[in-house]
């Protein structure tokens, strides 16, 4: 399973103040501050704040959001608030059906190598393809309580997979 997080970013003071120090966030700037994960985005400013996206594992959300959060404090930044993925692939899947498929292929030959080298190939092409499917299975929004520090993540409804419809509708 795979996490997404997508936090909003903001200036923990005004950054038109003198003396507050603040520079703009890059990204070689927070790869370097969040180890093991994979930054795909990051669109905004100081002033009108940051939205990242990070792809990244942890224990909890709550642990990453943290991490997160922790890796912005540096540069007087803060997360309020984020939005959290979770994402599946079907590799297993895929490998699974390009073996069948594969093997049923090559058992028309009546060859057993035949068969066997066909399983094989399609399981490699099917874990491949599979590999590249991804699966939204769940989607959070987190909040942090400026009290406490804590995050409160809430779930959100998935969006509904398209449905092909015949005829007159």
């Not at 795979?2 to 003198?18: E, K, M």
């Not at 073996?99 to 399983?119: H, R, W």
């Not at 998935?158 to 449905?163: D, G, I, R, S, Y």
Request: hydrophobic share 45%.
């Amino acid at each position: 399973m795979r996490f997404s997080y997508h936090p909003r970013i903001r200036t923990v003071s005004p950054y038109w103040l003198p003396y507050s120090g603040l520079t703009e966030l890059t990204v070689d700037a927070l790869r370097a501050a969040l180890e093991k994960t994979t930054i795909r985005e990051l669109v905004g400013s100081l002033t009108d704040g940051y939205q990242v996206h990070i792809g990244m594992t942890a224990d909890s959300h709550q642990s990453a959001l943290d991490r997160i959060a922790d890796a912005v404090a540096p540069f007087g930044l803060a997360v309020t608030e984020a939005f959290v993925r979770e994402w599946v692939n079907r590799a297993a899947e895929g490998a699974a059906l390009g073996f069948i498929t594969g093997g049923g292929g090559g058992s028309l030959t009546e060859s057993p190598k035949i068969a066997a080298t066909a399983g094989a190939i399609g399981m490699i092409a099917g874990g491949i393809a599979g590999s590249l499917v991804h699966e939204e299975i769940a989607r959070y929004y987190a909040r942090r309580d400026q009290f406490t520090g804590l995050w409160h993540l809430s779930p959100m409804s998935l969006p509904e997979a398209t449905q092909y419809r015949f005829g007159f509708a």
